[in-house]
């Protein structure tokens, strides 16, 4: 029976083949061949009775069990004890005896009591051997040695769960515990099962103490092991004629024999059951422990995950949202600017057709009246003395002073159209409009130009003195940039260093500003082959500390309300870097000026 669960159905033939042999050897009738061929026939219904009786207990505890191992469940163990142990035998036993009678090596009479005799060994036998055959394919299974095709193990036992290993000594001591501690319990069930069995004073019960331990220590495979040492030490010492189990009646010795064992055996099988229901119920408990902890930290880590996320996608809402405002002012300023350049240049194209007219007339004019004044003066040498009333009309005329003060005008006209041709040069240059958006220019035109446009801010007034602008220009090569764009910044930046100028000035007077003059510096030199660097320095009130690093940040102004917007500087600070590759940065002291930096590459990555 233990064979064939532990193997599968193919060990039937050897079942067939192993009792055949056994009855044939006790049953054989060797007077000739013919009794002998006689004797074999019942032999083989024996073997034939016996290996279906195997096999039908086999299938029905498979069956039953739903092919678990039999021996780890209570309600298994029932089954397996009833199943290989009472209709198995019975099949046994039934077609053995019958086979018997028939071929008259049995009386009728006898049936019923070599029925029992046979029933009970056949019982004692699967009782003693098969649960040591299957505790051990158990055993070496769990210890990974997976060459049984015995499929007892249940799939939601995690054999391979993650142990923690122990420490060399203590290591060490369960080695040496694993194997004195069973050679301990082996000696004492020898000891006293000689003198309980061998002795006559009836000590059988001290075994059950040793049994007991052994289930608790030695796990299901030691304590059958050791049961079947108890049932081999009772067999033989019955069989023999000693111990409480010896009758004069070799039925009731059998029954006595076969209670004893059945006891321990069912004590032994239901104990370990138990033990390993509980140690299952235990490592299941473990595990839904560690699942539900690791469901917990899952989710604990999938909330933090989908927090961040959301962190995430609200700064990158309030970015997109700032950037959208930024944007919108950015396009609102840059429209402003565009609008403003194309009214620039239109005024600049308006005014410098008439200008150039009257420009280029003048000097024909000026040819025209020193003309006349030469006829005239031709005409008083010849008519020295004029009429009277001609005197008197000349005389009103102040023709001397006319003479001398009309090539003064003539040249102060000439003066103003050269500075309103300049003016609408400058414009035009400001504005760039009818030019590429990136074009290879001369940056100091784009400075002069600004210069030219804020003149009027630069010049003199009744609180103070002209300022200084002080420029000193290195050699530049041509630039390739946004020549409008940048234009814009010189503007953003001249215009602010006006504005800190003006607003030093504040409680001093006339003189003391003449004094310490308001002055603008503006420096220009190439750092190496592709970078050039402009700085544009004053004398102002400064920028304190605090606000130095927000002072390119959009909507971040130090003016009051209607004196600025917080965008120029912002504005600057993009075209520089991402417009033109550059950098822009601002090194100041506050009540001691300040300096804004930018460099630029020469060649524009994106020309």
């Given amino acids: 029976m233990g064979a064939v669960l532990l193997f599968g159905n193919w060990i039937g033939y050897g079942v067939f083949l192993g009792s055949f042999l056994a009855n044939f050897w006790a049953f054989r009738d060797a007077t000739n061949i013919l009794s002998l061929i006689t004797s074999s026939i019942p032999v083989v219904g024996i073997a034939i009775g016996t290996t279906l009786g195997t096999l039908l207990g086999a299938f029905l505890l498979r069956r039953s069990t739903k092919y678990r191992y039999p021996l780890e469940r209570i309600t298994d163990v029932f089954k397996f004890l009833f199943l290989t142990g009472a209709i198995s035998p019975i099949i046994n036993a039934t077609v053995g005896v019958l086979c018997l009678v028939l071929s008259n090596k049995l009386a009728w009479a006898s049936y019923s009591s070599v029925w029992l005799t046979w029933w009970i060994s056949n019982i004692s036998g699967i009782f003693i051997v098969t649960p040591i055959l299957l505790s051990c394919g158990r055993w070496i299974q769990t210890n990974h040695y997976p060459n049984l095709p015995w499929l007892f193990i249940e799939p939601d036992r995690d054999l391979d769960s993650p142990i923690m290993q122990p420490s060399a000594k203590r290591l060490w001591f369960l080695r040496f515990k694993a194997i004195v501690e069973p050679l301990i319990l082996l000696i004492l069930v020898i000891l006293i ?55 004069l009646d070799i039925n009731q010795s059998l029954m006595q024999l076969q209670s004893f064992i059945g006891v321990i055996t069912f004590t032994i099988l239901i104990l370990t059951a138990t033990i390993s229901e509980r140690a299952n119920a235990e490592m299941k408990l473990r595990l839904a422990f560690a699942e539900l902890a690791r469901s917990n930290e899952n989710l604990e880590f999938r909330v933090q995950e989908r927090t961040e996320e959301l962190h995430k996608k609200n700064s990158t809402l309030n970015q997109t949202l700032q950037t959208l405002k930024q944007t919108q ?124 446009i804020l003149q009027h801010r630069l010049n003199a007034t009744e609180k103070r003195p002209a300022i200084q602008v002080l420029k000193d220009y290195g050699t530049l090569p041509l630039i390739e940039c946004d020549a409008g764009s940048l234009n814009q910044v010189f503007m953003n930046l001249l215009t602010n260093a006006i504005d800190a100028l003006e607003a030093s000035n504040q409680g001093y007077s006339f003189p003391e500003i003449s004094n310490k003059p308001n002055t603008i510096w503006i420096h220009s030199r190439q750092i190496d082959n592709n970078q050039i660097a402009i700085a544009i320095s004053d004398n102002g009130i400064g920028i304190p500390e605090e606000i130095r690093s927000k002072i390119f940040d959009p909507f971040f102004t130090t003016k009051t309300v209607g004196k600025g917007t917080g965008l120029g500087l912002a504005i600057s600070y993009q075209i520089v870097t991402e417009k033109h590759g550059g950098k822009i940065w601002v090194d100041s002291n506050q009540s001691q000026g300040s300096k804004f930096l930018i460099q630029i590459p020469v060649k524009n990555p994106r020309f």
């Fill in 193 to 247: 099962g000689k003198i309980a069995f061998g002795d006559g004073y009836h000590l059988e019960y001290l075994l059950i103490p040793i049994l007991l331990w052994a289930t608790f220590r030695l796990g299901q495979f030691g304590a059958t092991l050791l049961t079947f040492v108890v049932a081999a030490i009772a067999v033989v010492a019955t069989v023999n004629g000693k111990g409480a189990f010896a009758a």
């Fill in 329 to 452: 002012l950015q396009m609102f300023q840059s429209e402003k600017m565009s609008a403003l350049g194309q009214m620039v240049a239109g005024i600049a194209h308006e005014i410098n057709n008439p200008v150039s007219f009257i420009h280029g007339n003048l000097s024909h004019v000026s040819e025209y009246i020193q003309g006349l004044l030469t006829a005239l003066k031709v005409y008083q040498k010849h008519y020295p003395n004029p009429p009277e009333s001609l005197d008197t009309e000349l005389a009103d005329l102040e023709l001397n002073f006319l003479q001398e003060d009309l090539s003064k005008m003539l040249q102060s006209m000439k003066i103003g159209t050269d500075r309103i041709r300049a003016i609408v040069l400058s414009l035009r240059s400001f504005s760039r409009l009818d030019e590429a958006e990136l074009k290879t220019v001369d940056i100091h035109q784009g400075i002069d130009s600004t210069l030219v």
